[in-house]
């Protein structure tokens, strides 16, 4: 009997101090270093580059710092099969990639310090730091998830899942609010711009992902990774090579189409009436031939022989085929199903969250203090929650719990929306919102954590997570245009109703995942 099929049957007492487990414990730190980077390239940037008087045309560049997010299952393989010269051998598969994400990050972090957007000549370097930043950061959420997996018996995720939420909120919180604060104190604000002030504080921030630094260096490489090496160096090497051509190829696509699509958006938009399906269908069809040119790329190089075509093979394809294969076609296809629209209601919501508080006339110490803080704290309680009835009560049932809330809440933001400005009401919205958030978050990474096969844990684990953002992303793109259309109240109720398939969904994957077992 492994050690999580034992906390089912120990009291509840006993289930909470099981939180102190090491590799629990472990998670709360590797989630705050995971934490730390992404507000540090968007929001944080982006009020450093408002107060530097950088004009809105330039800081279009930092868009390509969330590449990195949106596509880490590309490059997810070389962490599952690349070593890593000397540091692999010293420290394992995980840790070696572990610790080159994070000094990587901290070198970003560092690089933009020490560049100052008010000069023009800059703003390009600013960018490129912002996206190896985006792109180390990116990396290091997809070590740390294959890391999580293998360290620990299946049924404990749920726990490491919430710790890992709750590090991850408090980074986020120090790396936010934090950053701020210390460029505030010393010495910027806006209009009285002081580009030390924020050397300062971003190099405070490159110091505090040292927390990171010191957790790998301490935590052991778990046993499931430290597997048996296929192939030689300069095979590995070559594979990289193809990665590089092939990434290479796809960033040309974006860069030198930047032109052309400005003129196809306008001319769309007067033939749809609509400039967000404009939008839409032109991106699509960049993001669409940036793939196809990346793809054909590396089949070229595997065909001229660069790289085994056996290695491209187990590297990118196997570990897709392996999903299918282990749950069957039509399982398969209802849990990537569940996986892409499982957060829908939430994401597309939390879109138009700020502009409704806004809207409602909260002040900006209200939504900060409100909407922020106290909802950092209820969404850490709900991610603790999440895990503790989890392993209580098994990670499906706590799974459809997650989303009936997370819908249901969003009723309560209708209700906000006829009442308007209530600061009482706000708070019961927040508490109730964020801590139903932070519990389907924990079941959901748990779930997912459930699926992946430990051979391919950083491949397939990636893919997870990108398809979990992706669909409710493309849906959030026209929430702006749905609360003009119909009003805020009526776009809560319809953003409650499209969670509503999501729990046949799971009553559905419920019953087929327990039969199979």
């Known amino acids: 009997m492994t050690e ?60 390509w710092a969330a590449l990195g997010y949106s596509f880490k299952f590309v490059w997810a393989p070389l962490v599952d099969k690349l070593p890593i010269p000397l540091l692999t051998k010293a420290l394992g598969r995980r840790r070696s990639w572990m610790l080159l994400s994070q000094f990587s990050i901290i070198i970003a972090i560092l690089w933009m310090a020490q560049t100052d957007p008010t000069n023009p000549s800059s703003i390009t370097l600013m960018a490129l730091a912002a996206v190896l930043l985006g792109f180390s950061s990116a990396t290091q959420d997809v070590v740390i998830d294959a890391y999580r997996i293998e360290s620990a018996d299946v049924n404990l995720q749920t726990l490491m899942s919430s710790t890992y939420i709750a590090g991850y909120r408090i980074g986020m919180l120090v790396a936010g609010a934090g950053a701020l604060y210390l460029a505030s104190y010393f010495g910027s604000d806006k209009g009285s ?67 052309f699509v400005k ?81 829908v209601s939430d994401i597309v919501m939390g879109i138009v969250a700020n502009l409704f508080y806004q809207d409602l006339g909260y002040s900006k110490n209200e939504i900060a203090s409100v909407v922020k803080t106290f909802g950092l704290i209820m969404t850490i309680a709900g991610g603790f929650l999440g895990g503790l009835l989890s392993v209580r009560f098994g990670v499906m049932k706590i799974l459809f719990l997650g989303a009936l809330l997370s819908a249901g809440t969003n009723l309560l933001f209708m209700l906000l929306a006829q009442i308007g400005y209530n600061l009482p009401m706000l708070y019961v919205v927040i508490s109730a919102d964020n801590l139903s958030a932070g519990l389907a978050s924990a079941a959901f990474v748990a779930f997912l954590s ?25 849906l959030g793109g026209y929430s702006g245009m749905m609360v003009e259309g119909i009003g805020y109240a009526n776009f809560f109720l319809i953003t409650a109703i499209i969670g509503l398939p999501v729990l046949v969904l799971i009553i559905i994957a419920g019953k087929k995942l327990e039969l199979r077992e």
């Open 193 to 259: 711009y002081n580009y030390q002030a924020w050397q300062y504080s971003y190099s405070i921030m490159a110091a505090v992902m040292l927390i990171g630094v010191v957790t790998t260096l301490l935590i052991k490489e778990p046993i499931a990774s430290k597997e048996k090496v296929n192939y030689s160096a300069k095979d590995y090497l070559r594979f990289l090579l193809l990665f590089i051509i092939c990434i290479s190829g796809f960033i040309a696509v974006f860069y030198f189409s930047s032109q």
């Open 263 to 343: 003129g196809l958006k306008s001319s769309l938009t007067e033939i749809f009436a609509n400039k967000h399906i404009a939008g839409f269908f032109v991106e699509f069809i960049r993001l669409t031939t940036a793939i196809t040119v990346a793809t054909i790329l590396a089949a070229l190089q595997v065909r001229v022989g660069i790289v085994k075509k056996e290695m491209a093979i187990e590297t990118y394809l196997t570990p897709i085929l392996d999903f299918f294969k282990r749950y069957g076609i039509k399982l398969a296809l209802l849990i990537l199903a569940l996986i892409g629209f499982y957060r």
């Open 4 to 63: 999580s099929v034992k906390l089912q049957d120990r009291s509840w007492l006993e289930t909470v101090k099981a939180f102190k487990h090491p590799r629990v414990v472990t998670m709360l730190f590797l989630g705050f270093s995971a934490g730390v980077p992404i507000l540090l390239i968007f929001s944080s940037l982006s009020l450093w580059l408002r107060e530097a008087g950088v004009s809105k045309s330039s800081v279009t560049f930092f868009s």
């Open 450 to 474: 459930s699926l992946t096969n430990i051979k391919f844990t950083a491949m397939q684990y990636a893919l997870f997570s990108s398809l979990m953002v992706f669909m409710p992303k493309m």
